[in-house]
């Protein structure tokens, strides 16, 4: 089956660094996406992987790796603004996304 | 209008009455989505396009339909609406099924009583 498991709920404080790590499961792989999903908005995209490695957008970088079947998100200098959920969704063989539950940020001053 | 475009915002609506969601895009993209999201649950895929003329059923298609007549519009109809399709509704477009990239609209809000 497919499977998306990233941590529910994480709180950090402004200023600071924050990892979301992301497991998956998936019928074959077409890339992962990041979204961002501000409380009673739409999501909208942060990051697409679909090679190995690292990709540096401003404060926020995503990591991916096939073989673990592993991604994370990573935020810098985190900003009252970047409380939000954050939902990791892996496209499948079928290029649909597959999505999962996503992690609620809290950032504290 | 620039980008996506839901209608409505927000409704009530009464268990077995008939609705339509109204989903357009303006920027000729292939692909077009309908997921709904509940509390505590990622988004669920109900009904999707490829392109103009064509639909597949995804994860949650029962009690929904949906048509792709041109590549602009694609609206969901709930044919006898039930209390457990209370949910938010999101439609979103691609430029392909493989580009991704989702571009989301900005949600129906949906009570069935």
């Known amino acids: 089956g497919q499977n998306i498991d990233q941590p529910t709920e994480m709180t950090a404080t402004e200023g600071a660094i924050v990892q979301i790590n992301c497991t998956y499961q998936t019928s074959g792989f077409n890339g992962l996406f990041w979204y961002q999903q501000h409380a009673g908005e739409a999501p909208t995209f942060l990051s697409y992987n679909v090679l190995d490695g690292l990709e540096e957008k401003g404060r926020f970088s995503s990591f991916l790796s096939r073989s673990k079947g592993y991604s994370y998100l990573l935020l810098k200098e985190l900003q009252m603004k970047d409380s939000a959920s954050y939902l990791c969704?892996?496209?499948?063989?079928?290029?649909?996304?597959?999505w999962g539950a996503g992690t609620k940020l809290i950032i504290k001053p | 209008i620039a980008g996506i475009t839901q209608a409505p915002t927000s409704q009530i609506l009464a268990a077995g009455r008939r609705m339509t969601l109204r989903c357009t895009q303006d920027m000729r993209h292939n692909a077009m989505y309908w997921y709904r999201q509940d509390l505590g649950l990622g988004l669920r895929l109900i009904h999707y396009s490829n392109t103009a003329g064509t639909t597949g059923k995804g994860e949650v298609p029962d009690g929904y339909s949906v048509s792709r007549a041109n590549t602009d519009d694609f609206p969901l109809t709930l044919a006898s609406a039930v209390p457990s399709q209370t949910s938010v509704y999101f439609c979103a477009s691609s430029d392909s099924a493989e580009e991704g990239g989702y571009t989301f609209g900005s949600g129906t809000r949906l009570t069935v009583v």
């Open positions: 969704a892996p496209m499948d063989s079928n290029y649909q996304l597959i």
